[in-house]
């Protein structure tokens, strides 16, 4: 028999597990705001705005321009990129920029996630999503929301975004193809987030919440003790429509900013990404000195010549 402290232990996990589970479903300003659905649909809808503010704020340019004292987009692929940025400035530039686009949408799409729940935080996602490939701040000329779309995927279901990470990495160290990696994974997402959301909520969570006697009560019943659930709320076993329709918003979305990075695929002249040491060599000469200002134009001069819109998100 089991000590009755890991009972109760295993009790408090359960009902933590079962809380989290219901917030993120429906949000906490559902149930504070139930007499007043208009305000809370309000309140989501100056969030999703927000979340697109969040999504144009383009840290390729704001660091190339504040830091660098230049514009990514005059160079390279002009494609205020990940990749851009680091065959342009380097790595450390390269991985400010991919920090502060993950974090702009992580905020986003957690804090929609906990106020307004699951669907509305996915929409807040694409609206982040848009705003990072069409950001109002600079002619709606932006990236290709792969870096979005994963931080969005991170934040609503961590194990589906495990499981795509480690699906893309197996296609990019296959193909040497960063952009068929990120296609075929926005393409597989759909799949992947229904199987593994319907399988950790029909078999894993309720398993859990009856196994540790959750919401759930005991009756003898001709000297038999049968278990009858006794819910206070009902969990979704499937995934929910808004998430499912955002899944295959992405899965359409994605493919479409990558038409061009297809077509070099096809025609077997789109860049190669290699894990470790970068073969696709370039030379750079080390960076000028203007009015005590580091130049950005040692780079320019091959760059512009040599990638044609190489650049990934």
């Known amino acids: 028999m089991m000590p ?5 232990a295993a009790d408090s996990f359960a009902k933590f597990v079962y809380r989290f589970e219901y917030i993120k479903l429906n949000g906490f300003l559902r149930g504070i705001l139930a007499d007043n659905v208009i305000l809370f649909f309000v309140l989501a809808a100056v969030w999703a705005v927000v979340s697109y503010i969040a999504g144009g704020l383009n840290f390729a340019i704001l660091i190339s321009k504040h830091i660098y004292h230049d514009d990514i987009r005059n160079y390279g692929s002009k494609n205020a990129g990940f990749t851009n940025m680091k065959r342009v400035f380097g ?3 390269a991985a400010a920029v991919m920090i502060g686009d993950t974090l702009k ?3 986003s799409v957690a804090v929609a996630l906990f106020a307004f729940g699951c669907e509305i935080a996915a929409l807040c996602g694409v609206f982040c999503i848009l705003g990072h490939c069409f950001p109002c701040f600079y002619g709606f000329k932006g990236g290709k929301g792969v870096a979005a779309t994963a931080a969005m995927v991170l934040v609503l279901d961590p194990l589906t975004f495990l499981t795509c990470i480690l699906l893309f990495i197996l296609i990019v160290a296959a193909s040497k193809y960063l952009s068929l990696g990120s296609v ?5 997402y759909p799949l992947i987030q229904n199987r593994i959301y319907t399988y950790m909520h029909s078999t894993i969570l309720p398993e859990l919440y009856v196994k540790h006697g959750l919401y759930s009560t005991l009756n003898i019943i001709n000297g038999a003790v049968t278990v009858t659930p006794d819910m206070k709320f009902t969990m979704t076993y499937g995934l929910p429509t808004g998430m499912l329709l955002v899944a295959f918003f992405v899965a359409v979305f994605i493919p479409l900013k990558h038409i061009s990075n297809i077509k070099r695929i096809m025609d077997g002249t789109e860049n190669r990404f290699y894990f470790g040491k970068n073969k696709n060599k370039h030379s750079f000469e080390p960076p000028a000195e203007q ?3 580091k130049s950005s134009l040692h780079r320019i001069d091959e760059l512009d010549d040599e990638l044609n819109d190489r650049d990934d998100r």
């Open 184 to 188: 075929m994974m926005s393409l597989l």
């Open 91 to 93: 790595g450390k530039a």
């Open 105 to 107: 949408t992580v905020v």
């Open 4 to 8: 009755v402290s890991f009972l109760s």
């Open 291 to 293: 009015n005590g200002k």
